[in-house]
């Protein structure tokens, strides 16, 4: 599984990060240091992710307009 942040959340979390004199080498590492600033695990509120995702999207298919 491919994991691909969005490019606004990626703006973001590198916008308001510190200069990092070690930045993260690895994937392991960049975990990590998502989940001490918040990235990962931000939404204790969504238990489930993928269909979380799942129900946003049909709600936005379905939406109606105005």
Do not use: C
């Not at 080498?25 to 993928?50: C, F, H």
């Amino acid at each position: 599984m491919k994991l691909t942040p969005s490019y606004p959340v990626l703006q973001s979390v590198l916008s308001f990060r510190p200069f990092l004199q070690n930045p993260p080498k690895t994937g392991l590492d960049l975990v990590a240091y998502w989940e001490s600033v918040g990235v990962i695990n931000s939404r204790p509120d969504i238990m489930d992710s993928q269909e979380h995702a799942r129900r946003l999207h049909h709600q936005s298919e379905h939406r109606e307009r105005a």
